[in-house]
């Protein structure tokens, strides 16, 4: 006789519950303010001036067009030509895929330097609060950080709480590049941290770029040219809340990663990165990946909305890692009306390669410089899968890899 407390119906109740619980108090913390504004948006403004646009008498282009079509555009102009489109539509050009990757990253500082003058005059507002003029302070100073000429801005777009993409390395030569999915709460406020840097995406791009040139010398790939985005490039989950246990914000993440790295330039193997909500966003995103993309490596993952890693219809390699005191491994891993996103993807029945991340910082701290996790990381960026450490005896993580 099958007991009562083994029924399939009711074990399925109380994972619900379970779920519904843990939802509900995620739903009551963590939610972050944005900034918002009537009418159209500052990159909404832009774009439509770029429609309506012409170079010496000639109609501008479908700002939506293939990057292959929009990159024979800007190969016909003059540099002086260029130039110009960049001062006219900064944020358009900025964030156009297909426009030279250094005209976007001279558009994007023009775009930034207007938008800080717009944050120092809101800082003195008399119409907003003594928070809302601290808020534009804080944004002041990032723009004016994010400008400099050393820094390399892929995308930017300052609408509500923001969207934002660097580059470190050469983006233009590079042969491997490696693309940071970062997950909650991240924008253009808390793209960069001093406390903890590691922790934000600037500087989990910063020191996977460096460990990266180490493990070259290590794999003896010296010769590799590789690049890192910090890609935050999405509108991502506001604190731990609904938002977060549905998949609404990946599966618009997952339309813009994909357009990303469909118009990198060059033929440069990507790799993917993805924390935390990021790998949600890399799991919708997977099936429509190009061939291009040879691995999606995720770390401190509450799922990737399937129960397999075959089942997100990628040819590209899947590796999983997760610290010992990640607290995302409480968190339920199943699915059920939408809530939660599927198999816990270092399990057994999920089948990923499953990487040591045992000196992790918790949930934070897989890029911290040092631990096995970054290491790992770099070790798939430039491509030395054979020098990976394994979370399991047995090196069963590289079991059919061939590389260094």
Known sequence: MTSFDSSPTLNAWRALAALAVVFVM???TGWTAVRSHPGKTALQASLSAWEHGHMNGRELPDPDDSPTRLARFFASLTAQQRTRLAHRYPLAVGNMNGAPVSLRYRANRIALDQQREVERKRMHDNRLTPLGQQEAGRLM??????????????AFDPEGAGRIAEVFGDLDTAQRVSVIVPGVDTDLLTFQKTNKEYSAPVGMAQNLYAAENTAKSRADKAGTRTAVIAWADYTSPGGLGIDSATAG???????????????????????????????????????ELPARVTDIAVAGSPGMRTSKASHLHTLARVWAMRDADDWIQDVPYMELGGLGHGEDPVSDAFGARVLAAKDAEGHTGYFAAG?????????????????????????TCREGLSGA
Not at 141 to 153: C, N, Q, S, V, Y
Not at 261 to 269: E, H, I, M, S, T
Not at 274 to 283: D, F, L, M
Not at 387 to 394: D, I, K, L, Q, R
């Open 26 to 28: 995620l739903a009551t």
């Open 141 to 154: 100073h990032r723009f004016e950080a994010l400008m400099t000429k050393d820094r390399h801005i892929l």
């Open 249 to 287: 914000r990946a599966e618009a993440g997952a339309v813009r990663l994909n357009a990303l790295v469909r118009a990198l330039p060059g033929k440069a193997q990507v790799a993917l990165f993805c924390h935390s909500y990021g790998s949600v966003v890399c799991g919708v995103a997977a099936h």
């Open 371 to 395: 631990t096995d996790s970054l290491t790992n990381f770099a070790d798939i960026g430039v491509g030395a899968y054979r020098s990976v450490t394994c979370a399991h005896e047995g090196d």
